[in-house]
RNA sequence: GGGCGCUUAGCUCAGUUGGUUAGAGCAGCUGAUUUACACUCAGCAGGUCGGGGGUUCGAGUCCCUCAGCGCCCA
């Protein structure tokens, strides 16, 4: 401690409060760049952090509070211990959540066939009759709405008092995180870790886009089996498949069977005859069917679902796909090549009245009444309840549609991408399972591709031949100095906007990239990738994020990184539970038990949503609790009071350092603080801050009621006594160490206590060390201030039985126990007689302790 | 179907490698009251640690099993 140092006259106010200081920090921290990260710093003792670029066009809830404060508190710690702390802000603004949000806020749609309108202006207020826009409009309406909401999302962390340094604030949309995310792209492309594919892809019939496996969830829903009869084609005996979607009959290519049923062994090879469209189709064997759902022989349609999918690529199936980008059912040329059937009329005739053009409900009603009538229908149908695929963010089943799609190779890596999660410390560490788990049940290469508009697009555009075909094969790819490139708009090396749409011109690819393609960035673009500074700041030391996105987040950006710079791209990840309703029911817009959080932090105050956020151990799912957040801001009061207290003791003169610590009992408390500062320590260094704060809290508060109540009247003694000077030297260092202790926490209180005796913030002192202490007492802590205690208690319980004042006098405490005991009571004697009123003690040796106490008659 | 987590006082949660009589806060009850703090302090009461079995001198803690809740993956 500084030999200057002393409470700054003036400075500690006479009724100290907590409400007010959230201001006054924010812009003294502003003004002092206070979290400035030194760009200078070098690898050795920088920490940096891959914050979680929120989703603005969500709403803001408590649950941004909880998973924000962590890594907050993590990343004061480590400034505090001198680390040059990388943490820097970042907004998610592309992507589909933005894309709804601005067709419902303005009222609009996007249509890219439509012409730019640069005089453009969106309706006062949203009609039900959306206005159909061009995309150059409907990206700048996404802009104009993202720049809002980015601006509460900023207010919500500087209010909590976050430690981001703004210089560092970046969106996945800018320009700098278009360049970086299509140079990655480019970069995968040429290595050969990314292809496009005409494949049957699972697609959204109402955003009209493809997604991704990570994109995915099975709902259960209502079903009906149906048990259809398919002919023979030698005219020998029927077979009888059920099936949950007969609309898809007309696409259908084959039977299937396990290779192993006694039942179907003999008919493979041979052939049937569909129901309705007489085409003549194989019954064939694969492990996949089933021989306990329904007959045990199912049929293979082009696509029902995504076994389908499998059974056509492994049994080399012929297409005839059915479903269109818009869910409804194409056209079906029966008596063509590919579309073989006995009678092309008949079935030309059903499709083209009754299916052709139609939804799929509409084609399951007209299927099922025509098989009704033709008698292929066998018994009635079945209800079920099973498992049907939806995309996360949609509202009817996912159809498979035939599409060309970007893929990044993931499931020919699966063992290295495995050993990348190895390599990272979990916290908390089972959840590293749940990559685990992830990785191992990859069945599909992840798609890039989205076609949709508010999004990083492919920096790609393909050849158009002679014959007006586009070569999607040799694409032509921008360089990559020129990056960022639209392709609609830019124009590829070597051609000429004439040549747009154009014989022997190009077509810009269409799509825009996932929005996981650009997040998974988020460590290069942060840390600007390609820059000198890149390399000091990846990999990563930490990565804070929520448990829903570890299969997406943190999967896709261990792959990029991995393709990218052999190496996992953070080393420590923090996982944050869920926010819980008082009910301890997940917070969901559906049930409307969202809580947002800005009354609670007008209410309460940032360090009492912290504390309450702070109390949540990594991973643990915590309900939102008014009563701990009363408690953190009770807490953060004690604090004021505490150090207004004991720089009031200090009478302006200048601090005692630990060589003034004389007394036994003094030193004993040094002794437990030291111990303290140990724990919390690991428990920091282990991103276990809840328990590191539990045990501050917890000394702090023996250290309030008990030792300065000791104390009290020994430090108000002469300053030339010892004793006194002993007191108040250990009243100040504890009051420093505990300070600094509290300050990830609580950092607006703790740098208002602290700027009462020191220059410069309390967020870049220096944690504390038990070199601060001196040296200490050798026998174990607490050996003397516990059993000092254990009298205090004893008188006080005294008192309250009788149900006098504490101040009520002792005549006299008797004490007997073994030596040690009586020796601790004597070390503290002078303090209890203080504290307690105690008139005279008595002391013997015994092997109980025992402790009597006389009240003074009144 | 596979996996992970949780189950401790009325409520919210601690309980480190197995080791005195299982802890804290809140709520409850009984009191105190002015030189840091009524946004205070003291005290009291409250638990067969989800059930069952096992290992051990000793189990909230380790093993097996069952149940409930939540989640992840298929």
Redesign the pocket.
């Known amino acids: 401690m500084e030999d200057s140092l002393r409470p700054r006259p003036g400075e500690v106010p006479d009724?100290?409060?907590?409400?007010g200081l959230e201001a006054i920090w924010l812009e003294r921290w502003d003004d002092a760049a206070t979290y400035r990260f030194d760009r200078g710093a070098s690898r050795e003792t920088i920490y940096s952090i891959d914050t979680p670029p929120p989703t603005v066009s969500g709403s803001l809830h408590i649950g941004h509070v909880f998973s924000y404060t962590h890594p907050d508190v993590v990343a004061r710690f480590w400034r505090m211990r001198g680390r040059d702390v990388f943490y820097p802000m970042g907004w998610d603004d592309n992507g589909l959540p933005t894309e709804r949000r601005v067709e419902n806020f303005y009222g609009v749609r996007c249509d890219p066939s439509l012409p730019y309108d640069p005089t453009f202006e969106p309706p006062e207020k949203p009609e039900n009759q959306k206005v159909a826009i061009s995309r150059k409009n409907f990206v700048e309406l996404c802009h104009i709405l993202t720049a809002a909401d980015e601006v509460a999302f900023k207010n919500l962390w500087r209010h909590l008092g976050i430690s981001i340094d703004w210089s560092l604030e970046y969106s996945t949309i800018s320009e700098h995180a278009q360049a970086i995310s299509q140079r990655g792209f480019l970069e995968m492309l040429r290595r050969g870790e990314i292809y496009s594919l005409e494949a049957p892809t699972l697609w959204d019939i109402d955003f009209r886009t493809a997604v991704s496996?990570?994109e995915?969830?099975?709902r259960e829903r209502p079903g009906h089996y149906h048990r259809v009869s398919f002919v023979r084609a030698n005219g020998e005996g029927v077979i009888e498949i059920e099936t949950t979607r007969p609309e898809m009959l007309a696409s259908c290519v084959a039977l299937v069977a396990h290779p192993d049923d006694e039942r179907y062994r003999p008919l493979f090879g041979t052939d049937v005859v569909t129901p309705l469209f007489g085409a003549e189709v194989p019954i064939l064997a694969h492990e996949l069917a089933d021989p306990e759902k329904g007959t045990g022989i199912a049929m293979i349609c082009t696509f029902g679902d995504t076994t389908d999918v499998t059974w056509w690529r492994e049994l080399h199936l012929p297409t005839r796909a059915l479903i269109g980008r818009d869910g409804r059912f194409l056209a079906a040329r029966f008596g063509d090549d590919d579309w073989p059937t006995r009678d092309p009329a008949a079935a030309r005739d059903f499709y083209g009245r009754e299916i052709e053009g139609k939804t799929v409900n509409q084609a399951r009603t007209a299927i099922v009444e025509a098989l009704r009538a033709t008698g292929a229908l066998v018994g009635d149908v079945r209800p079920i309840t099973h498992?049907v695929k939806f995309y996360e963010k949609g509202e009817r089943p996912l159809e498979i549609v035939t599409s060309r799609q970007w893929f990044v190779r993931t499931l020919d890596h699966r063992a290295e991408l495995l050993a990348r999660g190895d390599e990272i410390a979990w916290h908390?560490?089972?959840?590293r399972?749940?990559y685990?788990?992830?990785v191992?049940?990859?069945?599909q290469d992840w798609n890039i591709s989205r076609q949709r508009f508010f999004g990083v697009p492919f920096p790609a555009w393909y050849p158009v031949d002679g014959e007006g075909e586009v070569d999607f094969d040799h694409p032509i790819l921008a360089d990559v100095n020129t990056l960022p490139v639209d392709p609609s708009s830019d124009v590829p090396p070597g051609y000429a906007e004439a040549q747009r749409h154009q014989r022997h011109g190009f077509v810009a690819d269409p799509d825009v990239m996932d929005t996981w393609a650009t997040s998974s960035l988020s460590p290069q673009i942060a840390g600007h990738w390609g820059s000198e500074l890149f390399g000091r700041v990846f990999p990563m030391d930490l990565r804070p994020q929520a448990?829903?996105i570890?299969?997406t987040w943190l999967f896709s950006t261990i792959v990029r990184s991995h393709f990218e710079h052999h190496s996992v791209p953070f080393t420590n990840t923090l996982i944050s539970g869920?926010v819980?309703d008082p009910d301890?029911k997940?917070m969901s817009k559906s049930i409307g038990n969202v809580v947002t959080p800005m009354p609670l932090l007008e209410q309460h105050g940032a360090d009492a949503l912290r504390y309450w956020a702070a109390?949540?151990?990594p991973?643990?799912?915590?309900?939102i609790?008014e009563?701990?957040m009363?408690?953190g801001?009770?807490l953060?009061?004690?604090i004021?009071?505490?150090?207004?207290?004991?720089l009031?003791r200090l009478a302006g003169d200048a601090i005692p350092g630990p060589e003034e610590v004389t007394l036994a009992i003094d030193r004993d408390l040094l002794a437990l603080l030291g111990r303290l500062i140990e724990?919390t320590t690991a428990n920091f260094e282990q991103y276990?801050y809840?328990?590191a704060l539990?045990r501050t809290?917890?000394f702090f508060?023996?250290f309030?009621?008990?030792f300065?109540?000791l104390v009290?009247i020994r430090a108000?003694g002469e300053a030339s006594d010892p004793a006194t000077r002993s007191a108040r030297a250990t009243l100040a260092i504890t009051l420093s160490v505990v300070q600094r202790l509290f300050a990830p926490v609580l950092p607006f209180v703790t740098d208002e206590v602290w700027h009462w005796w020191h220059e410069g913030s309390v967020h870049r002192a220096a944690w504390p060390t038990t070199d601060e202490l001196g040296s200490l007492a050798d026998g174990p802590p607490g050996s003397i201030y516990q059993p000092v205690c254990d009298v205090?208690?004893a008188v006080?319980?005294e008192?309250?039985?009788?149900?006098?004042?504490?101040?009520?006098a002792v005549s006299r405490v008797t004490l007997s126990g073994p030596g040690e005991f009586i020796d601790a009571v004597r070390a503290g004697e002078r303090d209890l007689r203080d504290a307690g009123v105690v008139d005279s003690f008595a002391l013997s040796d015994a092997h109980e302790v025992t402790i009597t106490v006389a009240l003074t008659s009144p």
């Open positions: 009724k100290p409060v907590i409400d496996q990570a995915l969830e099975d498992p908390p560490d089972f959840m399972h749940r685990r788990s992830w191992e049940g990859l069945n448990h829903e570890i299969r869920w819980l301890r997940k109390s949540g151990r991973g643990a799912d915590t309900a609790d009563a701990q009363k408690i801001r009770r953060a009061i004690k004021l009071n505490a150090s207004k207290f004991v009031g724990e276990d809840a328990r539990e809290e917890s508060w023996s309030c009621d008990n300065v109540e009290k108000y205090l208690e006080r319980r008192k309250s039985t009788a149900k006098v004042s504490q101040r009520a």
